[in-house]
């Protein structure tokens, strides 16, 4: 009787009950579990009738019963319910590690949350580039006024040619300035290229309004504006002032000079990365839009000529 009693408050203790393999309880624990396991999608319920158990079987032989009619598939899909929907890489690696038990790893398996989940939008188609400079210009107005310039400038805009991605880079005291700026960009492109610009991209700031439309409409070029919400339409000049940003705190860092000092820091960043060879090409930015054959040599000596300055500069201002 001591035993059956153990045998009994074992079973309590793991939250069973010895009852429910007798007929009737049986088969209405089996639904309970069937739908609970269903609901979480976890795990196939092996549906079997009720097993005959003797009074006299041994723990051993009931135990081998309960595992093979009360089957939780020890599968991917578990895994990765349970470790947070990690991936099947992830899950892989643990197997190998001996972290998880030898299971395996069905790839092809969808998983409806993980679908649900971990959506993301597809990446933006590219657009054919412009063959011919100044065909299409890019624009953006940057705004850094967390410190002012020593000329007290806030503000810079890029101009960046489509076809060749030489850039232009003005500091500007207010954006209203903008206007002056691309009017300073246009004069200079125009006479040292002898070509015309055609067309300007630009998002829908106010620095872009109808004083900048104006001027385009009486200088025959076709001002392009981004749809709203949508910065990715101006990518290119997005993503050159990031880069840019990214390089003038670099080098404010590296070289120690102050934050007021971030105007001669981007423009010296604008200069280098128009002569760097870009990802796709093998030619720098100035070579196609100067027309000028150079050397990879010259463009070096002139970099460092470059930051012989800066250092110049900031060995004046820790003094």
């Keep these: 009787m001591?035993?059956?009693n153990a045998t009994l408050s074992s079973n309590t203790v793991h939250g069973e009950k010895s009852e429910k393999f007798n007929g009737t309880d049986f088969k209405r624990w089996q639904q309970k579990m069937l739908f609970y396991l269903t609901t979480l999608n976890l795990v196939r319920f092996l549906r079997e009738d009720a097993p005959t158990v003797s009074e006299n079987e041994t723990d051993k032989n009931l135990m081998a019963i309960k595992l093979k009619l009360l089957l939780i598939v020890e599968c991917s899909n578990l895994w990765h319910g349970r470790l947070g929907h990690v991936n099947y890489n992830t899950l892989k690696r643990l197997v190998k590690l001996n972290l998880l038990p030898t299971i395996d790893i069905n790839k092809t398996h969808k998983c409806e949350v993980c679908v649900e989940a971990k959506m993301t939008k597809l990446p933006f188609h590219s657009v054919e580039r412009s063959t011919t400079p100044l065909e299409l210009i890019h624009s953006y107005i940057c705004?850094?006024?967390?410190?002012?310039?020593?000329?007290?400038?806030?503000?810079?805009?890029?101009f960046i040619d489509d076809c060749t991605r030489y850039c232009y880079v003005y500091l500007l005291r207010g954006k209203d300035d903008a206007l002056e700026a691309f009017q300073t960009y246009k004069a200079e492109v125009e006479n040292q290229l002898s070509q015309r610009i055609k067309n300007i991209c630009s998002d829908r700031g106010g620095e872009y309004g109808a004083p900048f439309d104006d001027y385009c409409v009486k200088?025959?070029?076709?001002?392009?504006?981004?749809?709203?919400?949508?910065?990715?339409?101006?990518?290119?000049?997005?993503?050159?002032?990031?880069?840019?940003?990214?390089?003038?705190n670099a080098l404010l860092i590296n070289s120690g000079l102050p934050q007021n000092l971030w105007g001669e820091a981007i423009l010296s960043a604008n200069h280098i990365l128009n002569k760097i060879p870009q990802k796709k090409k093998d030619k720098t930015p100035y070579v196609p839009f100067r027309r000028r054959d150079r050397q990879v040599e010259d463009e070096v000596d002139e970099l460092a000529t470059r930051v012989d300055d800066m250092e110049l500069v900031m060995a004046r201002f820790q003094r």
């Design 2 to 4: 001591s035993s059956v």
């Design 219 to 248: 200088s025959g070029i076709i001002h392009q504006t981004t749809a709203p919400y949508s910065p990715q339409s101006n990518g290119v000049a997005e993503r050159k002032n990031r880069t840019l940003k990214k390089m003038m």
């Design 143 to 158: 705004d850094l006024k967390f410190v002012q310039t020593i000329g007290g400038k806030k503000y810079f805009v890029t």
